[in-house]
């Protein structure tokens, strides 16, 4: 999965205005050596863990850094939910290593298609 992500200094769309997303409406901006992502309007559906997952309320906000040192990119996020968090919660930074030849590709994803659509009797996600 990317995202693309404007760095043009927009300023994010009202929260009223947007309708959520699973990754929400990301902005970004550059501190110094570091790119910094902030990110709001995130759907329902959408959990912040890989396994098990944690819910979230509207007004849950993501600060994400990225920063790159040579052929090392570092990553962490900060999840900020005032109405489910008494406090904001920072992930364990993640370090990839990048390749670093120079012909190098990203694979695309693979398309997303729903497989069990004729079986789906509700709209219910959970």
């Known amino acids: 999965m990317y995202r693309m992500i404007p760095a043009d200094g927009r300023k994010h769309t009202p929260l009223e205005d947007l309708d959520g997303t699973y990754t929400g409406e990301g902005i970004a901006h550059w501190e110094g050596d570091t790119l910094v ?28 850094r990225f920063h790159r040192d040579g052929n090392t990119l570092a990553w962490t996020a ?39 659509l004729t079986h789906t009797v509700t709209k219910e996600h959970h």
């Open 37 to 64: 992502v902030d990110t709001w309007g995130f759907n329902s559906s959408t959990w912040f863990d890989q396994i098990g997952g944690y819910f979230h309320s509207e007004n849950m906000r993501v600060i994400e």
């Open 78 to 116: 900060t999840v900020d939910d005032p109405d489910v968090l008494l406090e904001p919660w920072t992930t364990t930074p993640r370090v990839a290593l990048l390749n670093p030849k120079p012909d190098a590709m990203l694979p695309e994803s693979l398309p997303c298609s729903e497989r069990d």
